[in-house]
């Protein structure tokens, strides 16, 4: 993997893999960034959802989404908690988070008990159901009762998703 990720060049890595732009994005750079994480930074901004001085809370740490989403919420000023598969007690965490995000790949895992009255939930899982429907990683029933805003599956993330890879795409 190592290998094709270096023989990207840099100015044409539209979905941020190459060790370039993963430096860029650390120190807070401008540069290429992943294509779900920097979407869901758009919808946050399009909705004028402020990030800096909010708890964050990432579920999931994934190369492609869970890490990348931690360090754009932290450049932009949010104290960020990442929980993954070792978290203890994760309930006691996502209760914490003004800003949920989840990616962990498991349907409808976040429930209404493990969020905070008013958060901002934005759901990046896509799973499919025994049915052949799409579901995320919220169970949105439950948590919409609770958060004050939450992204649908189908048609949130994903949609985000595949505008910035085009933008990237345009840009590079
Ligand atoms: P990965 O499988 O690579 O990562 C999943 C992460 O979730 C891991 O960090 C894992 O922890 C963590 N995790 C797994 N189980 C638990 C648990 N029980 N409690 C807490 N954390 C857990 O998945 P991706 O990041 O690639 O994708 C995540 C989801 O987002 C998937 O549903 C995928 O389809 C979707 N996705 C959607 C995109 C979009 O455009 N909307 C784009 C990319 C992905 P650990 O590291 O410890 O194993």
């Known amino acids: 993997a190592r290998a ?3 023989a990207i060049d840099p100015g044409k890595d539209v979905d941020g893999f190459h060790y370039h732009n993963v430096g860029a994005l650390v120190v807070g750079e401008p540069a290429f960034y ?3 994480p920097w979407g869901v930074m758009k919808m946050l901004e399009h909705e004028g959802i402020g990030v800096e001085g909010k708890h964050a809370v990432v579920v999931g740490r994934s190369t492609i989404v869970g890490k990348p989403m931690a360090l754009l919420l932290l450049n932009a000023g949010a104290t960020v908690t990442v ?7 994760l309930p006691s965490l ?3 988070a003004d800003i949920l995000v989840a990616a962990v790949g498991r349907a409808r895992m976040i429930t209404g008990d493990m969020v905070k009255p008013g958060a901002v939930v934005i759901d990046v ?3 499919r159901l025994p049915d052949g429907k799409l579901c995320g990683d919220v169970d949105q029933e439950s948590v919409a009762k609770v958060a004050a805003r939450l992204s649908p599956v189908p048609g ?7 505008a910035v890879l085009v933008a990237n795409t345009l840009r590079a």
């Open 34 to 36: 992943p294509c779900t």
């Open 94 to 96: 996502t209760r914490q």
């Open 156 to 162: 949130g993330v994903g949609p985000m998703t595949i």
């Open 83 to 89: 929980c993954h598969a070792k978290t203890r007690d």
């Open 125 to 127: 899982g896509i799973n």
């Open 4 to 6: 094709v990720i270096e």
